[in-house]
């Protein structure tokens, strides 16, 4: 009769064990559950523009499309000349101190681009010229040295279609390429602003404006 209520005992108390150790496994998976629910989620940055008084007008990415050649611009993060985040990419890729622009760059604009070939020709640097660059990225209209330039990526230089740092090239018809272009820049900022031109069209973007 001992014998039979010990192994009962042992029993109920293992069967209460495993029950608490299932409803322990269920909380802590729903607790799992619940904070992955409740927890903001963290937008990707795409820019920096506010830093430099810059309210954006529309989120990215955002495309401009002029004669056939389309621009998507999916992110552009700007840097002092100095920083570690420019120093670090113009020493990966080689990019020159100066341009034929701009001869004392205070700022070093990193973009992540899309440019697709819409038609059934090839298009590449040259073509279609003289629009060459294609695309032009403005900050202050009202200065003359409110547009950026696009310094070389030397050690990129002899690569077409480059992934990584854009200097050369060539889309063959209906083909796109996402790749990241550099940018030097030494004026104020006042408006963000992208011309395209291609074939003989002209179009335009405001992307960003100062408050004032």
């Given at each position: 009769m001992?014998?039979m209520?010990?192994?009962?005992?042992?029993?109920v108390?293992?069967?209460?064990?495993?029950?608490s150790?299932?409803?322990?496994?269920?909380?802590?998976?729903?607790?799992?559950e619940?904070?992955?629910a409740?927890?903001?989620?963290?937008p990707?940055?795409?820019?920096n523009?506010?830093?430099f008084g810059?309210?954006?007008?529309?989120?990215?990415?955002?495309?401009?499309t002029?004669?056939?050649l389309?621009?998507?611009?999916?992110?552009?993060?700007?840097?002092?000349?100095?920083?570690?985040?420019?120093?670090?990419?113009r020493?990966?890729y080689r990019?020159?101190?100066s341009?034929?622009?701009?001869?004392?760059?205070k700022?070093?604009?990193?973009?992540?681009?899309t440019?697709?070939?819409h038609l059934?020709?090839?298009?590449?640097?040259?073509?279609?010229?003289p629009y060459?660059?294609?695309?032009i990225?403005?900050?202050?209209v009202?200065?003359?040295?409110?547009?950026?330039?696009?310094?070389?990526p030397?050690?990129?230089?002899?690569?077409?279609?480059s992934?990584?740092?854009?200097?050369?090239?060539k889309?063959k018809?209906?083909?796109?390429?996402?790749?990241?272009q550099?940018?030097?820049?030494?004026?104020?900022f006042?408006?963000f602003?992208?011309?395209?031109?291609?074939s003989?069209?002209f179009?335009?973007?405001?992307?960003?404006a100062?408050?004032?």
């Amino acid at each position: 009769m001992m014998m039979m209520k010990r192994t009962g005992l042992k029993i109920v108390m293992a069967s209460t064990i495993l029950f608490s150790g299932v409803l322990g496994h269920v909380s802590a998976t729903k607790a799992a559950e619940f904070s992955k629910a409740v927890a903001p989620s963290i937008p990707i940055m795409t820019d920096n523009l506010l830093k430099f008084g810059l309210i954006k007008e529309k989120d990215f990415p955002i495309t401009v499309t002029s004669g056939g050649l389309s621009y998507t611009l999916h992110k552009i993060m700007i840097y002092d000349i100095n920083s570690k985040e420019a120093k670090a990419l113009r020493e990966l890729y080689r990019y020159p101190n100066s341009t034929m622009m701009i001869y004392a760059p205070k700022y070093f604009i990193w973009t992540k681009i899309t440019i697709t070939n819409h038609l059934k020709k090839t298009i590449s640097p040259n073509s279609e010229t003289p629009y060459n660059p294609k695309w032009i990225l403005s900050f202050d209209v009202s200065s003359e040295n409110g547009r950026a330039d696009a310094p070389i990526p030397i050690a990129k230089k002899n690569e077409s279609n480059s992934k990584e740092a854009l200097y050369n090239f060539k889309l063959k018809p209906g083909k796109s390429l996402t790749t990241y272009q550099a940018f030097y820049y030494e004026g104020d900022f006042n408006q963000f602003k992208i011309d395209l031109a291609f074939s003989d069209s002209f179009s335009k973007l405001i992307v960003a404006a100062n408050a004032d």
